[in-house]
C-alpha cells in the first residue's frame, strides 16, 4: 500500500469509527437518521456541535424553553442565547468554557458522572472534555464523581459550599462542628441544606450529618471561585503542629518543562485520592488538599498545546 493509499485508509478509518459510535449509542434517544446527520459534526466545532444537539433535544421536547434549559443546566442564559447564534463572528468569538460545555452535556446526556459522560460523547465535545476534565478520572472503574447543576447553584454561597463539603467526608459533620466554624449563620445554612433535602441525618446517629452525594464535582469556573475559602483556612500561626503545608515556586518555564510539572502534580493528586478512601487513613480530623498551578499573567497562545492544557 503507497503513502497515498494509507492516508485514505486511515481517513475512511477514522470516518467508519466515528459514523460506527453514533450507531452504537443513542444520541439523547434521537432517530438513526438524526444520528446520521450528527456524525457530520463530528469534525466541527464544539459550539456547532452543542447547537446541533440542543437544537434536537428542543425539537424532542417542545415545551422546554432555552431559558428553562439554561436554568437546569446551570448556565447562564445569555451564553445560552449566545451559543444558539449561527453566524461566523459568534462561533469564532463564543467558544464555550469548558465548564458550561460540561453542564450541558452532561444535561443532554443524563449522565452526571462524569467518567460515564466522557465514554458517550464523541468528536469536539469530547476532545475539549477529556483534555479538560481529565483530571477528575483517576479510575475509570471506581471513580463515582458526578455534577450536580442544582449544587453548582447552591454553591454560588460559599458558607453552604464548605458545610456541605464537611457533609461530604465519611465522618460527616455535626452541629457543633459548624457552630464552632462558621457561628449561627453556619447553623442557619445547615438547615436550609437539610430542608432541601441535601443534606441528611445519620440514622444511627442523629447527631451526624451528611451529604447526600458525597463524590461531587464543581465546575473549573466555580471551582476558581471556592478555592478561595479553602485557602483561607490555611494557618500559619499552626505550622508547629504538624497538620498543614504550604509551599509556593515560580519560574520561567517553556512548555515541555510545564508539561512535566503537571505530570508529577497528576500523580500526587492520584495518591492523596488514594489515600483519602483508604479506611485505614481516614478519621474524624476534617483535612483538606489543594493543587494549583498556572501562568502567572496572560496565558501565551500556542499551536501544539497538547500537552500543557489539562
Known amino acids: 500500500m503507497n503513502a497515498l493509499t494509507n492516508s485514505y485508509f486511515h481517513h475512511y478509518a477514522f470516518c467508519f469509527h466515528n459514523l460506527f459510535w453514533l450507531l452504537q449509542i443513542k444520541y439523547m434517544n434521537l432517530s438513526q437518521e438524526e444520528n446520521l446527520l450528527a456524525s457530520f459534526l463530528v469534525n466541527s466545532s464544539v459550539n456547532s456541535q452543542l447547537r446541533y444537539l440542543i437544537e434536537k433535544y428542543l425539537e424532542k421536547h417542545p415545551s422546554l424553553t432555552l431559558n428553562a434549559m439554561a436554568s437546569r443546566c446551570g448556565v447562564p442564559a445569555t451564553t445560552m442565547r449566545r451559543l444558539m447564534q449561527k453566524s461566523s463572528e459568534s462561533e469564532q468569538k463564543s467558544e464555550l468554557a469548558p465548564h458550561s460545555v460540561l453542564s450541558l452535556a452532561s444535561y443532554l446526556f443524563k449522565e452526571k458522572k462524569i467518567s460515564a459522560l466522557l465514554k458517550k460523547v464523541d468528536g469536539p465535545i469530547a476532545a475539549l472534555l477529556n483534555k479538560s476534565f481529565d483530571q477528575f478520572i483517576f479510575d475509570d472503574t471506581s471513580s463515582e464523581h458526578a455534577l450536580e447543576s442544582d449544587l453548582n447553584a447552591i454553591f454560588q454561597d460559599k458558607t453552604s459550599y464548605l458545610i456541605y463539603k464537611l457533609a461530604a467526608n465519611q465522618c460527616g459533620t455535626t452541629m457543633e462542628e459548624i457552630k464552632n466554624i462558621f457561628g449561627l449563620l453556619g447553623l442557619q445554612k445547615l438547615n436550609e441544606l437539610i430542608e432541601k433535602n441535601w443534606i441528611l441525618v445519620d ?3 442523629t447527631e451526624s450529618f451528611h451529604a447526600k452525594e458525597k463524590n461531587f464535582s464543581v465546575d473549573l469556573g466555580l471551582a476558581h471561585q471556592l478555592s478561595h475559602s479553602l485557602v483561607d483556612f490555611y494557618k500559619p500561626r499552626d505550622v508547629a503542629a504538624g497538620f498543614n503545608l504550604f509551599y509556593s515556586l515560580s519560574e520561567g518555564m517553556n512548555e515541555m518543562g ?14 492523596i485520592y488514594n489515600l483519602m478512601n ?33
Open 258 to 271: 510545564i508539561k512535566k510539572i503537571k505530570e508529577v502534580e497528576k500523580e500526587a493528586v492520584k495518591k
Open 278 to 310: 483508604d479506611e485505614s487513613c481516614q478519621g474524624n480530623i476534617a483535612y483538606f488538599a489543594v493543587i494549583l498551578s498556572d501562568v502567572l499573567g496572560l496565558t501565551p497562545s500556542s499551536q501544539n498545546n497538547t500537552g500543557v492544557i489539562q
Open 203 to 205: 440514622p444511627k446517629n
